[in-house]
């Protein structure tokens, strides 16, 4: 009787296992959405605006998408990025959500300091879908709040969208102030 109870437990356990290793991995990528709209503030001169379609590390540069035409523009030389609250959002899904209009947020804004720039990555300029890794600045506990947050409903799983991005060049981070939507 007592080993037909063990073998029962120890099948329970491996069943359950795999969804709570899927839990706790602290290096799953935290998908967030960049709204098509930016406004840029500049340190010195003229704002510029756009969509966002490439952060590179390497070169140090951001580059909008206005109409046909694509600007470079050196993360130095940014103040802050601004992402239009009415602009429009694509979800993982590939649904467009217009923030703003009938779409409230299903949590609190987050504001994230310190992200390592190659831990954010832009995956469909066109869809503004891109990934965050946030173990190197947040701790288990914060990472398991905000995955907890994408849980969702199982259809309209909540996504975070940026809603503003600070860089600091000299040592190459990310400020992300994102709500889950």
Do not use: C, H
């Not at 379609?53 to 140090?60: G, H, L, N, W």
């Not at 802050?80 to 009415?86: A, D, L, P, R």
């Amino acid at each position: 009787m007592v080993a037909q109870v063990n073998a029962a437990s120890q099948e329970v356990q491996k069943q359950n296992l795999p969804s709570v290793q899927a839990q706790a991995n602290p290096s799953q990528p935290i998908p967030v959405a960049l709204p098509t709209d930016a406004k840029i503030s500049m340190k010195k001169g003229t704002p510029q605006s756009g969509r966002v379609v490439e952060i590179d590390e390497k070169t140090q540069k951001i580059s909008l998408q206005r109409g046909r035409d694509k600007v470079s523009i050196p993360l130095g030389q940014i103040d802050k990025i601004v992402f239009s609250q009415s602009a429009v959002v694509y979800r993982r899904n590939r649904w467009p959500v217009y923030r703003g209009y009938g779409t409230s947020a299903k949590g609190r804004r987050e504001t994230w300091r310190g992200i390592p720039m190659k831990a954010f990555r832009l995956l469909d300029p066109n869809q503004g879908q891109a990934e965050v890794k946030l173990e190197s600045v947040l701790s288990l506990d914060k990472l398991d709040s905000i995955r907890s947050v994408m849980v969702g409903d199982g259809k309209n799983k909540p996504q975070f969208v940026v809603d503003e991005m600070q860089f600091d060049v000299q040592k190459k981070t990310i400020t992300i102030a994102a709500t889950p939507y």
